[in-house]
């Protein structure tokens, strides 16, 4: 027996879910208007209201919350899923759905308009979704279609035969639809299961029903006819209609297409006593070879849906429903109950999702969970061995559906061998990561994330440590309170956050990089909740999710830094209470690539020898530059990374920062990113060059919406890209920093974008002060929103400096808006823009700077220069 149940948790993670019985989703436009309480209980009205102190409600909310990345209550949950349907509701549903095969739909509902067709579906499922027909549906239309045609017919005695030829028609027609796999009846809602044999069934008792029905009237519209003004509820011509359906299923040839009937929980409509599943054992007897599904685990006579299941081979269990409409307790009693004598080859699963597709994912994630605890006990008590728990497995949530439904399925299912390599995937990975760690002789390892002040932070790890986990299989990760994502330079927390709660920390071994200093490796780290779920505040995962919107239109990015930072001395004045302070030495003759600056390179003590060190340190953490010179500022420098992809490109940026300023303090300097450290001289940014990848990126038609989106945006991508008052000194006319104008430009560099060649063009307002994650996020999601509504490049090309053109100039090329004159203007311009982020980042990041306003603007300028100057 394998303790770990490494293969056990692999099947359940890699068998992908047939529902077998299911419903359409609401149309967008209709979800709206129907009770989102309805995903975890069947009850109606006031009763409704009370399931908000049910268990499956509390269990539902802290599954949506744990997704959504929002508090654990049912507002901030329906809020939270109304701006997933507002931002992008098919990318919301293909989420919730995506651990689904495919779905067996019953679109027999009784306001079709409102709901999705059933193949609609399919671009959210790995294979095609099918129908299951409603066969009291079928009579209901059957019915209407010759009320339609008036009373010549209807008033007949032959009109019950017209009405049965019609529906043994419908019935045979479905039979040979391909995309028909089955059968479904609610007679369980209209008269209970307690159906009589058909030798009792009078036909002349169902012409009775049907006149009833007829004298009910021609009233409501219905389609183009009439509908019936009252439901098919008259027990002999559902008894009828029921045994019709289930003799033309016995009599077709080849293979049986099923018959499901409710069973057990339901909403009030329904007469409890008679929903046991019982009650079918006379039908279940008269139909041999009719394959008859009860659903929803007959529950709560789940020992009697069980005892058919096993005792009738043409009868199978469903356990739907149950999940998530009952509690995780009552859940795994329902499958213990139905192990108990049940053949685990008669079991089904499904969803009985409906109207909303955050049911569908809360009921798969339970089915599973349930499995794993219910399988994973079993198996460590010895009542099976870890084969037969991954057999269970593939069973219940896949094979079974395909055998019973006769499906095609595009998934196939992993063997036992193909499961023993999925599940030593993991250990594999640990170790060649620990390979590489032992390659890198490394000593210590760095885990670093980048929070919204833009400060970098890090835990350092001793490696025995790390091997320590990576051995046992487990990832490195790291806790750490909610609170580090809403703390200050300070550590002082704003007043929106509190210090309950912790994220994990995921490292990402992609981002592995040697140094900053020898024995040091280092990496970066994704911020999720506890469950594993990325944390919406998470800067990385923002512009993860960015990219991810972006690449749905086809879009893919190559970004490269350029470094400037200024080189400081350490001084050590006797009235600055033994901190260090720092000060330039470096004016005498310093300017743009001037080569005398280069001229003591070797001599001991010279920054220009330590910039050597730092050279070879960059290119041993695998971080390519293209050029390193001397800038204009006293003591600037600049280093131009090469470009890569996004993600890819932050997290170099910042390996590389940290080289620079650990090589820099090893040889007793500091460097500063700060914008503007001397009022007279040139400030320091960290520009941007941008170019989109992806095939066609370079013709005008997709570039130049894009970059159209960014200028249309820009005055709230400022609040990302300038973030501090520092920034907004920097952020000055004719000095090659981006200006006040918003505007572009060809080879332009008073221009804040400057067009270079085709799609690459070089942001120039941005500073080293900037989170580079959410920064990127803000640029490119402002481009993609650009691009996809093909926003028209309306500014010209501007050649000159917007900052001496007269207002006729300006007007001519488009130049009408300023960037916003200080980080408050800013701030206020990303709160009503948004950029199409997520609102949660917008929020906390707009919340930070406030914060860290209230507290700057207290300082004096020279007091403020330098406590910036401390920690950037």
């Known amino acids: 027996m394998a303790s770990d149940l490494r293969l056990l948790n692999a099947a359940i993670d890699n068998t992908p879910l047939i529902d077998n019985h299911a419903h359409p989703l609401l149309k967008y436009g209709a979800v709206t208007n129907h009770p989102l309480l309805s995903i975890a209980s069947d009850a109606h009205g006031a009763a409704l ?34 701006r997933k349907r507002n931002e992008s509701p098919d990318a919301w549903v293909k989420f919730c759905l995506e651990d689904i095969e495919t779905i067996l739909i019953d679109d027999g509902l009784d306001r079709p308009n409102l709901s999705e067709s059933y193949s609609w579906h399919d671009k959210f499922t790995k294979s095609r979704c099918k129908r299951i027909v409603r066969i009291e549906t079928v009579m209901a239309d059957v019915i209407a279609h010759f009320l339609q045609l008036g009373s010549d017919i209807i008033f007949k005695d032959s009109f019950m035969g017209h009405v049965l030829d019609k529906y043994t028609l419908e019935i045979q027609k479905a039979l040979d639809d391909p995309d028909v796999v089955g059968f479904k009846s609610i007679i369980c809602y209209r008269r209970g299961l307690d159906i009589p044999p058909e030798i009792q069934i009078k036909t002349e008792d169902a012409k009775i029903a049907l006149r009833g029905i007829i004298s009910g009237g021609l009233r409501d519209a219905y389609g183009d006819g009439f509908s019936l003004v009252k439901r098919l509820e008259h027990s002999p011509l559902n008894d009828l209609v029921v045994h019709t359906a289930a003799k033309l299923i016995r009599d077709a040839s080849g293979h049986k297409k099923p018959l499901q009937f409710h069973t057990g929980l339901g909403d009030n409509d329904i007469t409890l006593t008679k929903s046991s599943p019982s009650h079918l054992q006379n039908f279940i007897r008269e139909y041999p070879t009719v394959p008859i599904v009860l659903l929803h685990a007959g529950y709560p006579w789940t020992k009697e849906t069980a005892y058919l299941a096993t005792m009738y081979p043409n009868v199978y269990a469903d356990i739907g429903e149950v999940f998530p409409c009952v509690s995780r307790q009552g859940q795994e009693a329902v499958v213990k109950e139905m192990l108990e004598v049940c053949p685990w080859t008669k079991i089904l699963c499904s969803t009985d999702g409906h109207g909303f597709p955050e049911m569908y994912m809360i009921a798969v994630n339970q089915i599973r969970s349930v499995l794993e605890s219910i399988l994973g006990a079993l198996v460590r008590n010895d009542q099976i061995d870890e084969k037969q728990a991954v057999q269970i497995v593939q069973a219940v949530l896949f094979s079974n559906s395909k055998k019973l439904y006769n499906l095609q399925t595009v998934s196939i299912l992993p063997n036992l061998a193909q499961l023993e390599t999925v599940s030593r995937t993991k250990q594999t990975s640990n170790q060649s990561i620990v390979q590489r760690l032992q390659s890198l002789k490394a000593k210590y390892l760095r885990i670093y994330w980048h929070d919204y002040t833009s400060t970098s932070k890090c835990r350092t790890l001793p490696i025995r440590q790390v091997y320590k986990t990576l051995s046992s299989g487990k990832p490195v990760t790291l806790s750490i309170t909610k609170a580090g994502l809403g703390l200050l330079q300070t550590d002082a927390m704003i007043p929106q956050v509190n210090a309950s709660g912790a994220f994990t920390v995921q490292v990402d071994w992609s981002s592995l990089k040697p140094g900053p200093a020898a024995g040091h490796v280092s990496v970066y780290g994704d911020f999720t909740e506890q469950d594993g779920t990325p944390a919406s505040v998470c800067p990385r995962t923002t512009l993860r999710t960015t990219l991810s919107k972006a690449g749905e239109l086809g879009l893919t990015f190559l970004l490269g830094f350029e470094v400037e930072f200024v ?5 050590q004045p006797a009235d600055f209470n033994g901190m260090d302070k720092y000060d330039t030495r470096r004016s005498n003759g310093h300017s743009w690539s001037t080569a005398r600056v280069l001229s003591d390179w070797g001599r001991e003590g010279s ?36 470009p ?38 040139c400030g320091s940014g960290s520009h941007v060059h941008m170019s989109i990848s992806s095939p066609g990126g370079d013709r005008p038609a997709v570039y130049e919406p894009f970059y159209a989106g960014i200028l249309g945006h820009f005055r709230a991508i400022t ?70 509504r093909k926003s028209p490049l309306t500014w010209g090309d501007c050649l000159g400096d917007p900052a001496k053109m007269d207002e006729r100039e300006k007007r001519k090329l488009g130049i009408t808006t300023l960037f916003p004159g200080n980080l408050r203007e800013a701030l206020d311009a990303l709160k009503q823009d948004g950029l199409g982020l997520n609102p949660d980042v917008v929020t906390r990041y707009i919340n930070i700077k406030h914060a860290e306003l209230e507290m700057l603007e207290k300082m004096k300028p020279d007091r403020r220069r330098m406590w910036l100057m401390e920690r950037y």
């Open 607 to 642: 920054f220009n020898t330590a910039s050597e060190e730092m050279m070879d340190a960059l290119d041993a953490a695998g971080i390519s530059f293209e050029q390193f010179h001397p800038e204009s500022a006293p003591g600037q420098y600049e280093l131009v990374l090469a």
């Open 644 to 681: 890569l992809p996004p993600l890819e490109a932050c997290d170099s940026l910042l390996h590389a920062r940290q080289i620079l300023e650990s090589v820099a303090a090893r040889h007793d300097f500091r460097i500063t990113l700060h914008p503007k450290p001397f009022s007279t001289a």
């Open 567 to 571: 080189v400081l001395d350490r001084v």
């Open 49 to 82: 209201e009370d399931s908000k102190f049910s268990l499956p409600h509390v269990r539902a909310v802290k599954q949506l919350a744990r997704a959504l990345n929002c508090k654990e209550t049912w507002e901030a949950v329906e809020a939270a899923i109304e």
């Open 719 to 788: 609040a990302f890209v300038n973030p501090s008052p520092a920034s907004y000194e920097r952020m000055i006319d004719s000095y090659w920093a981006g200006g006040r104008w918003i505007t572009w430009g060809t080879q332009n560099k008073e221009a804040p974008l400057r067009k270079v060649e085709g799609s690459h063009w070089e942001l120039k307002v941005m500073d080293g002060m900037a989170n580079p994650y959410l920064a990127i996020a803000a640029l490119l999601s402002a481009g993609t929103h650009g691009f996809r």
